[in-house]
Nanobody, 114 residues
Framework: VQLQASGGGLVQPGGSLTLSCAASGSPFSIGAMGWYRQAPGEQRELVAGITRYYTTNYAGSVKGRFTISRDNAKNTVYLQMNSLEPEDTAVYYC?????????WGQGTLVTVSS
């Protein structure tokens, strides 16, 4: 399974971005998918996750601002990010589980700055 993330970029505080991550290769039976982020000098942290049956969970710092969704027919997971703050600046990684194995995308940089 290969994961291709896209949609990162530079945005002003208060702005919005949508990240996408498409799975290819052998995407059948992909289970939970999610987004993580890693800021410079920090550990990678979970931002949001979604099960195959659309149950979601969010980090407290993004709850109410970010929305995770997925399209199982397209094997794609999305992260809609609103009211972005400088603290959201990080490399965002998508992941997907197939059985007990986690696959990771290459990361996309989100910079929130004026």
């Amino acid at each position: 399974v290969q994961l291709q993330a896209s949609g990162g970029g530079l945005v002003q505080p208060g702005g919005s971005l949508t990240l996408s991550c498409a799975a290819s290769g052998s995407p059948f039976s992909i289970g939970a998918m999610g987004w993580y982020r890693q800021a410079p000098g920090e550990q990678r942290e979970l931002v949001a996750g979604i099960t195959r049956y659309y149950t979601t969970n969010y980090a407290g710092s993004v709850k109410g601002r970010f929305t995770i969704s997925r399209d199982n027919a397209k094997n794609t997971v999305y992260l809609q990010m609103n009211s972005l703050e400088p603290e959201d600046t990080a490399v965002y990684y998508c992941n997907a589980y197939k059985g007990d194995y986690a696959y990771w995308g290459q990361g996309t940089l989100v910079t929130v700055s004026s």
